[in-house]
């Protein structure tokens, strides 16, 4: 084990390390300061698929959803089945993997099953406090015990199982905050904040000039953000307000300069957090997401000051809860009109409507979306 351990403790997450979010922001400043030019943030290296799916796998037979024998699933070509969902979240299934991917997969996730005590056990004797291992996103363990099986039981170079790994970890979109582009003086909204990853990012552009209103529902999720952000010595410049966003835009009259929505969604960033909802979620409920997204995005709405910017994001590809809740959006509230993300964001990531998008099969990184919208100023 100690010869191993330095190489899969960079999969971990330190209690007293900075969020991947704040270390982007953090480079992506600094540099740019340096050079004097706006610095495109560095994408991560492809993200794999028979990776993705074993971690989606092992989250689903750990809620007691799925089986260890996969890919049978490929030979009956069900149709719509469990995998259909992670195709239209992450725009692939595994109907699509070759066959020595599928064994590859099958192999990970029974070997990973299999071991998974004794994987367990060397992820938390790495981890600093056992509340980490304990608290760890569900996603995220799945991924480190991933690693660590590749690295220990199949004997894949340690370097190259981080590297895969890693690449499976680096999320939650820097870029979305750059379509939000903060700048130093600006009041701002962040309605769906919890956790906190883009609050902190964005208060970290303000150069200490400014506010964000980081508003959550779940008080939790609201505390971490809140910690985070003393820990980050971002405090003074945050105020968390725990409430449902639609009874905090009714109680308030103040206009601000930018709301960020960053919606629930379907997607795979929100699947890590919240496993336990997500997995068990029916297709049927879509519907109703996207009937919460319409009214979170009518509230949102009504904290925009004339001449200010509302940003609707999701971790979702999914044109239900992107484009089409946009055009819904813009046909209640004509005083709003899209902006094209043009000069926010590198050009690959822009879509002929102007919004943001970026994919995991296309970008090797989070599927995700971002729309721009500004409010008239009468
Ligand atoms: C996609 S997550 C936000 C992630 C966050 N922006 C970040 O970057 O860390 C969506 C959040 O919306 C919150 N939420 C859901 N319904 C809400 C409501 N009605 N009012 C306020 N927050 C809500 C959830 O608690 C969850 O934290």
């Not at 719509?80 to 099958?106: A, H, K, P, Q």
């Not at 998974?116 to 790495?126: E, F, G, N, T, W």
């Not at 199949?154 to 499976?168: F, I, M, R, T």
């Not at 009937?291 to 009504?302: F, K």
Request: charged letters at 25%; glycine letters at 6%; proline letters at 4%.
């Amino acid at each position: 084990m100690e010869g191993v351990a330095p190489a899969v403790s960079l999969l971990l997450p330190r209690a007293s390390a900075r969020s991947p979010v704040i270390l982007a922001a953090d480079s992506t400043r600094r540099s740019s300061a340096a050079r004097g030019i706006t610095r495109i943030p560095k994408l991560g290296s492809a993200v794999s698929t028979k990776r993705t799916v074993a971690a989606v796998r092992l989250l689903r037979i750990e809620k007691g959803k799925a089986f260890v024998d996969l890919l049978n699933e490929t030979a009956n070509d069900s149709g719509e089945n469990e995998m259909g969902y992670v195709e239209r979240t992450l725009g692939f299934s595994t109907r699509y993997l070759e066959d020595r991917d599928i064994r590859l997969v099958t192999v990970v996730v029974a070997g990973t099953v299999r071991w998974k005590r004794y994987l367990d056990y060397l992820i938390m004797s790495l981890c600093s406090e056992e509340k980490l291992f304990r608290e760890m996103e569900p996603l995220l363990l799945q991924i480190l015990r991933i690693g660590f099986f590749e690295i220990l039981k199949l004997g894949v170079p340690a370097y190259a199982a981080v590297d895969e790994n890693k690449s499976q970890c680096s999320t939650a979109q820097c870029l979305v905050v750059s379509v939000v582009d903060p700048k130093p003086g600006e009041t701002i909204v962040d309605c769906c904040a919890a956790p906190g990853g883009k609050t902190l990012f964005m208060a970290s552009r303000l150069l200490g000039q400014g506010k964000i209103w980081a508003v959550d529902v779940n008080k939790g999720r609201l505390r971490i953000l809140k910690d985070a952000a003393k820990a980050h010595g971002l405090d003074d410049m945050i105020t968390d307000i725990h409430a449902d966003l639609r009874q905090f835009a009714k109680d308030t009259a103040a206009k601000y300069d930018k709301v960020l929505l960053d919606a629930p969604c379907s997607g795979l960033g929100v699947l890590s957090k919240r496993a336990d909802l997500r997995w068990n979620r029916q297709f049927e409920d879509l519907e109703e997401l996207t009937s919460l997204q319409d009214e979170l995005l009518d509230s949102a709405s009504m904290l925009v000051k004339p001449g200010g910017i509302l940003i609707y994001s999701t971790c979702s590809i999914d044109p239900e809860e992107n484009e089409k809740r946009i055009t819904a959006f813009i046909q209640r509230h004509p005083e709003f009109v899209p902006q094209s993300v043009c000069g926010y964001v590198p050009t690959e990531f822009i879509t002929d409507e102007g919004f943001y998008s970026s994919s995991p099969t296309k970008h090797s990184m989070d599927g995700a979306f971002a729309a721009r919208l500004v409010r008239s100023v009468l």
